[in-house]
């Protein structure tokens, strides 16, 4: 198992506990989080980009496959705003790879794992081209106006999915 934290910030050399503002965790207890390599294409787009993810587990139907991916080879998506494409080709993302012995799993759809110890992570890699990032891990992108619609699509999907900025997705059509 590979963890990464994903970040535009080009030089963080110690990742400190933070205290969540998540209502649904201990908001006393200090975490660093990382993800998996599995949902890495959830986060690789700049962090302020809302975007809707999702993936093809055990439980997602043949109908959902057919309605939600273009390609029967696809079984993760990354759905972003079309005005959000500039930042996409010009953003420059920073995987910071850690060791994965002192994270254990928050979360296993979104793929979180979370450490209460200061983590010094063990590899930087640089990634210049988002586009490029999502391709190679074979992910279909989508692009479209407004992101709400496919939203509530997945929601009520046999997916498992992430919405991830939407506070900053261009308002209800």
Wanted: contains cysteine.
């Amino acid at each position: 198992m590979r963890l990464f934290h994903v970040s535009e910030e080009p030089d963080i050399q110690v990742f400190y506990p933070r205290l969540p503002k998540r209502k649904d965790l201990d908001q006393s207890i200090g975490l660093v989080w990382a993800l998996d390599e599995a949902r890495l294409p959830n986060f690789l787009t700049p962090r302020d980009c809302p975007r809707v993810a999702y993936y093809a587990g055990s439980q997602t139907t043949d109908a959902d496959r057919k309605r939600f991916f273009s390609s029967s080879g696809a079984a993760h998506a990354v759905v972003i705003e079309n005005k959000w494409i500039p930042a996409m080709l010009n953003t420059t993302l920073h995987l910071y790879e850690f060791h994965t012995e002192d994270f254990v799993l928050q979360d296993s759809a979104a793929g979180y794992y979370v450490a209460t110890t200061t983590q010094i992570p063990k590899k930087k890699h640089v990634l210049n081209n988002a586009f490029g990032a999502l391709l190679k891990r074979n992910v279909e992108i989508r692009i479209i106006d407004n992101l709400w619609d496919i939203a509530d699509d997945v929601k009520a999907s046999t997916l498992n999915w992430s919405l991830c900025r939407m506070a900053n997705a261009a308002p209800r059509a």
